[in-house]
């Protein structure tokens, strides 16, 4: 028997708000991952069912909400995950970079949806050291969740986490913990990065242009219309030959001829507009 009762009618108006709030579909089967995610919100709130919650939710919007997207979204991730798209910006990218931004020297990449920080670390990792030290090298992360976003900024991390890397990356770009229980990025990595909020169904205040923008194991939580809207989205904030990935499980229709498929789940911006 289940702790707080929790109606098919209370799952409706739970999946309703959430894509309303940030476009993220929740199916049936998503509804035990819906309850056990909400259920501590309400021994937190102190209520006795999902309907009394969702009254309490209307009630307590500004106090409440934020916690009650937070609760939802999945956050999972970690160092150099999908590594094929780390090594095209080693291999492919930086090098093409280097030749195109001779006069600018301004680079910029978007990790759209970075969780707790591996993501856009594991970026700064690739990038450190490749350009000369007068370019200006920057990359914006951004998540809906304001709780890995604030682990995402102190950049500490158990020895769990961070089986993705070497001993010699370790060395370089992280700090040991006195008693061996954690690992601090260090400043070097923190300063080429900007954590930010952003729900990205609404208006986004950046300007870009965006020379690489990852987006992964995002799209997976929106509608074919969303999706399609964030493809423009972001088609107009690349730079011209700009790049796109996603997540190995996600695709990208064959009608969005704005992009060319590289393969891996890796685009190139088209500039036929």
């Not at 108006?13 to 309850?35: D, F, N, T």
């Amino acid at each position: 028997m289940r702790e707080f009762a929790f109606t098919d009618t209370d799952f409706k108006v739970i999946s309703e708000r959430v894509y309303q709030a940030c476009g993220i579909v929740l199916g049936p089967h998503k509804r035990e991952m819906v309850y056990s995610r909400l259920a501590r919100r309400i021994r937190t709130n102190e209520l006795t069912s999902f309907a009394a919650y969702l009254d309490y939710l209307d009630t307590h919007s500004d106090a409440e909400f934020s916690h009650f997207i937070n609760a939802i979204t999945t956050n999972l991730t970690s160092f150099f995950r999908e590594n094929h798209h780390f090594e095209h910006v080693s291999d492919t990218i930086i090098p093409a970079l280097l030749e195109s931004k001779k006069t600018s020297k301004r680079v910029r990449i978007w990790s759209a949806g970075c969780s707790t920080g591996e993501e856009p670390y594991s970026i700064a990792m690739t990038l450190v050291g490749r350009f000369p030290a007068s370019w200006d090298v920057k990359i914006l992360a951004t998540d809906l969740d304001s709780n890995v976003l604030a682990k995402a900024q102190q950049g500490i991390y158990e020895p769990v986490t961070i089986t993705g890397l070497s001993p010699a990356q370790l060395k370089q770009f992280f700090l040991k913990s006195a008693d061996g229980n954690a690992y601090r990025v260090k400043p070097q990595l923190q300063q080429m990065i900007s954590f930010k909020r952003l729900n990205l169904l609404e208006k986004w205040p950046m300007k870009g242009p965006f020379d690489v923008i990852f987006c992964r194991n995002v799209l997976i939580y929106f509608d074919k219309k969303t999706k399609d809207n964030l493809f423009k989205g972001y088609h107009r904030m690349l730079a011209q030959d700009g790049h796109l990935f996603i997540g190995h499980s996600e695709t990208m229709g064959k009608e969005h001829s704005e992009f060319k498929n590289l393969g891996k789940t890796m685009y190139k911006k088209m500039n036929n507009e």
